[in-house]
């Protein structure tokens, strides 16, 4: 079964606009929540992360939102330009092993 | 001075048989791992490595064998190669001691293996 739950799949924003992308995990024991960006044809880079104690960390234009209570956490993507048009994966990870969402492919359009 | 490297970076092949895929991290990380990514863009870990020890061998075909020389080597080989193989793999590698999470895991640039 799908530990980690992303959506949306796809999403299209106006350069200028805030790209939201969310995910749900089921199991309590992770302990890490990275996120990761992915180009065409080059392997994912950690781009913020977050652990459950805290509730939001900000990283310049990428905030992850993090609710421990509703087992969801998601990323904001303020003033989206498209260099940041590529897919997104969320993670969770206890113990080193990562369990990757579904991933989004957000595009950003002039 | 690529920090996570493999080769090939492209590899066609015919079903049934054997290839392998190196990787090599010059970060001086512990900890090494194997995914897989399918047609969908899903990521899956395959295996992980600590200092030449495996620690993660998830439900992968025993046709798959992981080899880490030393601990900046992490090697995947595949025998008897069938069509659902085909996917990109990826190594990546981390600091961590084994057991700690909060690592932040360094990509390669991915292997595109197709078998026909």
């Known amino acids: 079964q799908q530990q980690v739950k992303q959506s949306p799949q796809s999403l299209i924003v106006q350069k200028g606009g805030i790209s939201i992308i969310n995910c749900a995990y089921e199991n309590t024991a992770f302990d890490y929540f990275p996120w990761y960006q992915q180009f065409p044809g080059k392997g994912p880079a950690l781009l913020i992360a977050i652990r459950p104690d805290v509730s939001e960390k900000k990283e310049g234009r990428f905030t992850i939102s993090f609710n421990k209570s509703a087992k969801q956490f998601s990323l904001h993507i303020m003033d989206s330009q498209p260099g940041d048009s590529a897919t997104y994966f969320c993670?969770?990870?206890?113990?080193?092993?990562?369990?990757f969402g579904t991933g989004t492919r957000l595009t950003i359009i002039p | 001075d690529t920090a996570v490297s493999q080769t090939p970076k492209y590899l066609v092949t015919q079903m049934g048989n054997d290839k392998s895929i190196k990787c090599e991290q010059n970060l001086g990380h512990d900890t090494m791992y194997w995914y897989k990514q399918d047609s969908k863009k899903f990521l899956k870990i395959m295996f992980s490595y600590n200092n030449k020890e495996l620690i993660i061998n998830e439900t992968v075909p025993n046709r798959f064998s992981p080899k880490s020389p030393d601990k900046a080597h992490l090697n995947l080989h595949i025998n008897s190669l069938e069509l659902g193989d085909s996917a990109v793999y990826f190594c990546?590698?981390?600091?961590?001691?084994?057991?700690?999470?909060?690592?932040?895991?360094?990509f390669g640039p991915g292997t595109r293996l197709l078998v026909l």
């Open positions: 993670a969770a990870s206890r113990h080193e092993k990562l369990t």
């Open positions: 990546a590698s981390s600091q961590g001691p084994g057991g700690v999470s909060q690592e932040t895991q360094y």
